[in-house]
């Protein structure tokens, strides 16, 4: 089965400390993204990758950091410079090249500070 | 000029009525309009989407009116059942540049499909 998996399902970080979101896909998609849903604030871009070892910033990078050293994997940190991390926390993926592409999504990590 | 309006931020509707969500966008760069169907808890999941050589798609029950002048597009969903309870996002990318296929999302809406 194709698909994008996102772990944990559930994460709680103490102040202060770095955790990171594991997000694997099996699409053989070449671009990759991470958002933030907060209520009512829509989906918003932190990071995305079109190729495996790069990485561009989206609108809320700061306090977050990525890697892509696998075209499967895009995992995300949370660093403790995020001043407010608590929130669902979503990875996509879509053929790079095609605006009409679908975009796949994981089914979420929620991220609450303890 | 990035930015997807979207309204409303929520809407409850009876089982058979018709809930319009509507988008507006600035970028006339936008070529692609997708909507996006998300269940608590769970991942966005597209539902049908649209290209602005066109003025109306239909995917069973739900239809995509574009008007490329006024520079909106709405989705109408007939004969709502309590199952579309979700909440429904709009989004537009386009086809060049640095962010070639990124997709912006509106707000989301939150929809109630009352028995």
């Known amino acids: 089965d194709g698909g994008i998996t996102q772990s944990p399902k559930y994460l709680f970080r103490k102040e202060g400390q770095n955790v990171t979101l594991s997000c694997e896909q099996n699409?053989?998609?070449?671009?990759m993204y991470w958002y933030r849903q907060d209520p009512g604030q829509g989906l918003r871009l932190i990071y995305y990758?079109?190729?495996?070892?790069?990485?561009q910033k989206g609108d809320i990078a700061e306090g977050y950091s990525v890697s892509r050293e696998k075209k499967e994997s895009f995992p995300l940190t949370v660093t403790s410079a995020q001043k407010n991390p608590t929130a669902f926390y979503l990875c996509?993926?879509?053929?790079?090249?095609?605006?009409?592409?679908?975009?796949?999504f994981g089914q979420g990590t929620r991220l609450t500070v303890v | 000029q990035q930015q997807v309006k979207q309204s409303p931020q929520s809407l409850i509707v009876q089982k058979g009525g018709i809930p319009i969500i509507n988008c507006a966008y600035e970028?006339?760069?936008?070529?692609?309009f997708p909507w996006y169907q998300q269940f608590p808890g769970k991942g966005p999941a597209l539902l049908i989407a649209?290209?602005?050589?066109?003025s109306e798609k239909k995917e069973g029950r739900f239809t995509i009116s574009f008007n490329k002048s006024a520079k909106q597009f709405s989705l109408h969903i007939m004969d709502s059942q309590p199952g579309d309870s979700a909440t429904y996002f709009c989004?537009?990318?386009?086809?060049?540049?640095?962010?070639?296929?990124?997709?912006?999302f509106g707000k989301g809406t939150k929809l109630s499909v009352k028995p």
């Open positions: 990758s079109q190729i495996v070892n790069d990485f």
């Open positions: 699409l053989n998609h070449d671009a």
């Open positions: 649209i290209r602005p050589d066109v």
């Open positions: 970028n006339t760069a936008f070529d692609y």
């Open positions: 989004a537009a990318s386009m086809n060049y540049g640095g962010s070639q296929g990124n997709l912006i």
């Open positions: 996509a993926s879509k053929r790079q090249g095609i605006t009409s592409a679908e975009a796949f």
